[in-house]
T-cell receptor, first 114, second 112 residues
Framework: DGGITQSPKYLFRKEGQNVTLSCEQN?????MYWYRQDPGQGLRLIYYSQIVNDFQKGDIAEGYSVSREKKESFPLTVTSAQKNPTAFYLC?????????????FGAGTRLSVL | SQKIEQNSEALNIQEGKTATLTCNYT??????LQWYRQDPGRGPVFLLLIRENEKEKRKERLKVTFDTTLKQSLFHITASQPADSATYLCALDLGSARQLTFGSGTQLTVLP
């Protein structure tokens, strides 16, 4: 069953705690992305990686960190420096064939602050 | 700076009618434009892509137009059904940066 798997579906963070959101893909895509979605708003880019062992900051990277040690995995850590982490987090991988940049999304992780 | 605008208000239509959603952009010359569907609590799902040199693209009951002069794309769902109720997002590429920028979406409700 191919696709993007995000876990957990729901996550709660305590004050001062770092939490890590998992994203795994078996689509053999090189590029992967993390977005944040707030109610009634579009997707805002946090970080992206176009190849293993390389990643770039997006528009709202402050308070977040990522790693890309394997092609299949792109975990996102929400650090204690992110003061307003409550949001819906979406991971995507990209089929860049023929210059199309079509993105395939996971089911999302909803993060709340306790 | 770049800006993408979609119908800011929710759109309600009667079953069987054609739904038309609008995506306007400024300060862009995108090579293509994409439309995605997002259901509540789920990730977006790709629907259609239209390139800058294409005027119209169709897929079953879906039709997308792309007017690079007006900097506008229209997304049509013909013979709409309650199952079409969802939020629809448009997305544009940034060319050499190979990133998509998403609009905030239009929430469509098809009433039975």
């Amino acid at each position: 069953d191919g696709g993007i798997t995000q876990s957990p579906k729901y996550l709660f963070r305590k004050e001062g705690q770092n939490v890590t959101l998992s994203c795994e893909q078996n689509l053999n895509h090189d590029a992967m992305y993390w977005y944040r979605q707030d109610p009634g708003q579009g997707l805002r880019l946090i970080y992206y990686s176009q190849i293993v062992n390389d990643f770039q900051k997006g528009d709202i990277a402050e308070g977040y960190s990522v790693s890309r040690e394997k092609k299949e995995s792109f975990p996102l850590t929400v650090t204690s420096a992110q003061k307003n982490p409550t949001a819906f987090y979406l991971c995507a991988s990209e089929d860049g064939g023929h210059g199309k940049n079509i993105q395939y999304f996971g089911a999302g992780t909803r993060l709340s602050v306790l | 700076s770049q800006k993408i605008e979609q119908n800011s208000e929710a759109l309600n239509i009667q079953e069987g009618k054609t739904a038309t959603l609008t995506c306007n952009y400024t300060n862009y010359s995108p090579a293509y434009l994409q439309w995605y569907r997002q259901d509540p609590g789920r990730g977006p799902v790709f629907l259609l892509l239209i390139r800058e040199n294409e005027k119209e693209k169709r897929k079953e009951r879906l039709k997308v137009t792309f007017d690079t002069t007006l900097k506008q794309s229209l997304f049509h769902i013909t013979a709409s059904q309650p199952a079409d109720s969802a939020t629809y997002l448009c997305a544009l590429d940034l060319g050499s940066a190979r990133q998509l920028t998403f609009g905030s979406g239009t929430q469509l409700t098809v009433l039975p």
